[in-house]
């Protein structure tokens, strides 16, 4: 089983209240082969809802409690991120999950790159705090930009 991003899946999720639905994603979970989960739905945040970053770090600095996640009126929600990627993980122990599809940038699902805590669009290198959770999981990350390898892999 894969676990994917919702909003890939073209679930209306994101914090605008709008999916980012990529196609050959969506036929992953009508499928079967993979599930769609938002992290941050998991951890109860409304849709729509405030858009956050991550200030003071990446995903790795959130789940070490050297960074937070903030909303841009400085709003910390750092907790219902943390019990989001908490909600996940445990899917993914269940559902003996090997391989994710992560949506890029976010601060929560983001691979490899996301936003600089500062709302001005600006990435650093780094990931979103599930990535990193997964990832200290062992698990397997692969984003929309290069879903493709997750068939060539065997996943």
Same mark, same amino acid.
């Given at each position: 089983m894969i676990l994917v991003s919702a909003c890939l899946a073209g679930v209306k999720? $994101? /914090? *605008? &209240?709008?999916? $980012? +639905?990529?196609?050959?994603?969506?036929? +992953? #979970? !009508? !499928? @079967?082969r993979a599930m769609p989960l938002c992290p941050e739905v998991l951890g109860g945040r409304p849709i729509p809802r405030e858009p956050v970053e991550i200030t003071g770090g990446t995903g790795v600095d959130v789940l070490d409690g050297r960074a937070k996640v903030v909303d841009k009126n400085g709003g910390d929600h #750092?907790?219902?991120i943390l019990d989001g990627v908490t909600e996940f993980i445990k899917a993914v122990k269940r559902m003996n999950v090997t391989a994710v599809i992560m949506k890029t940038k976010s601060p929560a699902c983001g691979a490899g790159r996301v /936003? *600089? &805590?500062t709302f001005t669009g600006l990435l650093? *290198? @780094? *990931?979103g705090v599930l990535t990193a959770a997964l990832k $200290?999981? &062992?698990?397997?990350? /692969?984003t929309e930009e290069n879903r493709e390898e997750i068939f060539l892999n065997g996943n």
């Open positions: 999720c $994101r /914090y *605008d &209240g709008e999916h $980012r +639905l990529v196609e050959n994603i969506r036929q +992953l #979970t !009508t !499928t @079967g #750092t907790q219902e /936003y *600089d &805590g650093i *290198d @780094g *990931d $200290r999981e &062992g698990i397997k990350i /692969y």
